[in-house]
């Protein structure tokens, strides 16, 4: 893990003198999110219960994990299977004033949907809808598409109004960073809450991250890059052929840039210059302009790129193959197999 994790305060990544100088809000914190989640568990609100098994996908950190990618691994794995999935997000960095909830096809603006509910929507192709009162989401694309049959909430994990059948944490290699809730540390909620599975990078044995739960390895793997002028696709030896001697740079604006960063250095690709904004926001057109050569984004940040850009010529989306263990989609399917459904955690639905 490198000293600066990109989207986290230096102080998360160490015990230091600032984290500590935070624990007693931390603490606040703490408890706040404990009542909330006591809450749910003992009955006092009451979650909604789909008439389909429900998977949430997220994290226990906060900014990104990398859960998006695994949500588009687990729709493609279940319609293989002959699953028909839809897929139910808030829809981070949706405008004022979008409807709700609401439907997400190949042409909705980014603005409306989200850039995450719009990629998923394009790359998987089933059925997705957005909305910050995620029951309300899941009935509308029930109603809309009654033949889903296994939902997949995008994130979601401390949204408890959505009864869930399964609880995947997606960790990314910045783990727990310090340990410590927010704002002192990066946690949301405890590091040893309970989940069905943790899914993340390869992890020493003694982690803790799978908190008694079975971990499965994620590996990922840059797949092939599409030019955002003329459609041109390339796989990544193709791409290096053509950019031989050219300075090729990299640039992102998600959870943690350098994880991105590192996979393309790790494939083989030598980056002349990086460069990295907020998540969920518009890499600003004056940075691009000022990276040499070709640039790769992700396929996420290209959603954003303008047609008609000065530039646009020189950037390229780079696909992500993500590689899980061998025994996760197996596990995954026969949990869902079962066919006894209940909220975990004591969960009870309206």
Known sequence: MSEAAP???????RRGAAAICLLPAAALFAAAAALRRAAWRRG???????????????NLSAGGSGKTPVVQLLARALREAGHRPGIVSRG??????APEPMAVHPDTPAADSGDEPLLLRRLCGCPVWVGRDRPAAARALLRAHPEVDVLLSDDGLQHYALARDLELVVLDARG???????????????????????????????????AGAPYFALRRHPGELRNLADGRRLSLQEFQLAQAGAPVCAAAAIGNPDQFFDMLRDAGLPLARTASARDHRALPE??????????VLTEKDALK??????????????????????AFLPWLLARLARGAWSPPDGFTSA
């Open 305 to 326: 790129c303008r047609l008609g850009q000065p530039g646009l010529e020189r950037l390229w989306a780079v696909g992500l193959r993500v590689e899980p263990d061998p």
């Open 176 to 210: 727990a960073g310090n340990g410590w809730p927010l704002p002192a540390g990066p946690l949301r909620e405890s590091w040893g809450r309970r989940r069905d599975a943790t899914l993340g990078p390869p992890l020493p044995a003694d982690s803790g991250a799978a």
């Open 44 to 58: 006092w609100r009451r979650a909604w219960r789909a008439p389909v098994p429900v998977v949430v996908v997220g």
């Open 7 to 13: 989207g986290w305060p230096r102080w998360w990544l």
């Open 286 to 295: 004056a940075l691009l302009r000022e990276l040499p050569g070709a640039v």
């Open 92 to 97: 981070y960095g949706r405008r004022r004033g």
